[in-house]
């Protein structure tokens, strides 16, 4: 399956935004929380965040709240994206 928002970020011209945290979900972190499955970042501002399989699903959150449509897994050794307007893994 094709992803316009997907494909955005694999312009020429697009570069990677650093993490806004290296140590865990941004937003469990805030709240002392220490439990996620697995983290994501956000390919629009750098934000990192808990995937769905987690408690509080925060990417998923960070998404709706602000539109940025596109993470990728923030796990060593996973290079995928994921696009929450298309529901696809690219």
């Given at each position: 399956?094709?992803?316009?928002?997907?494909?955005?970020?694999?312009?020429?011209?697009?570069v990677?935004?650093?993490?806004?945290?290296?140590?865990g979900?941004a937003?469990?972190?805030?709240?002392?929380?220490?439990?996620?499955?697995?983290?994501?970042m956000?390919?629009?501002?750098?934000?990192?965040?808990?995937c769905d399989s987690?408690?509080?699903r925060?990417?998923?959150?960070?998404?709706?709240?602000?539109?940025?449509?596109v993470m990728?897994?923030?796990?060593p050794?996973?290079?995928?994206r994921?696009?929450?307007?298309?529901?696809?893994?690219?």
């Amino acid at each position: 399956m094709s992803c316009t928002h997907v494909a955005s970020f694999d312009s020429p011209t697009w570069v990677e935004p650093r993490p806004d945290n290296t140590e865990g979900c941004a937003d469990c972190l805030a709240a002392g929380e220490h439990v996620w499955a697995h983290l994501r970042m956000c390919l629009g501002c750098g934000h990192v965040a808990c995937c769905d399989s987690s408690p509080h699903r925060h990417a998923a959150l960070h998404s709706k709240e602000t539109g940025h449509p596109v993470m990728r897994s923030f796990e060593p050794g996973e290079a995928w994206r994921w696009c929450f307007v298309d529901e696809a893994v690219v």
